[in-house]
């Protein structure tokens, strides 16, 4: 499914893009997605080839705090965001950006990434959501 590079995570300030990828963002806490955004301790951070993770790491939540978060995001080449519930202020900020949001995920931050990978994000929604994104 992905290389051996899902596994390193390294802490990235700066995940610049590679053409032709797709950088993506998961919000967790203790390797799953987080509840809401907001509580997010880590910020996963990949770059897709395909079906192939080619580059992936970690950041913090920005001290500003959440509604920091899309222009953090934004300036780091990051495409998408896959989160747990978020507030609508944060949610227009990514959706200001151009960013897409898919919200209302739970489950194990690599189970999420398979599902993302195999286009299989329906199973990941959290029970009485359905699938939401933003362009």
């Known amino acids: ?9 390294v802490k990235c300030e700066s995940l610049k893009h590679i053409a032709g990828s ?5 919000a967790g ?3 799953r997605v987080a509840t809401l955004l907001e509580t997010a301790t880590e910020l996963r951070l990949y770059t897709l080839e395909g079906k192939d993770v080619v580059r992936s790491g970690m950041t913090a939540m920005p001290t500003a705090g959440p509604c920091a ?15 747990g519930g978020l ?8 959706e200001a950006m151009g960013i897409q949001v898919i919200s209302w995920v739970k489950g194990p931050i690599e ?3 398979k ?7 329906d199973t990941m929604i959290m029970p009485g959501r359905a699938r ?4």
């Open 69 to 83: 978060l899309p222009s953090s995001l934004k300036s780091m080449g990051v495409e998408i965001v896959i989160c």
């Open 1 to 9: 499914m992905h290389n051996k590079a899902c596994r390193q995570l």
């Open 132 to 135: 939401r994104t933003t362009p």
């Open 29 to 31: 806490y203790q390797n």
């Open 87 to 94: 507030s609508k202020i944060v949610h227009d900020g990514f």
């Open 22 to 26: 797709m950088d993506i963002c998961i």
């Open 111 to 113: 189970a999420v990434l």
């Open 115 to 121: 599902a993302y990978i195999e286009d299989a994000m």
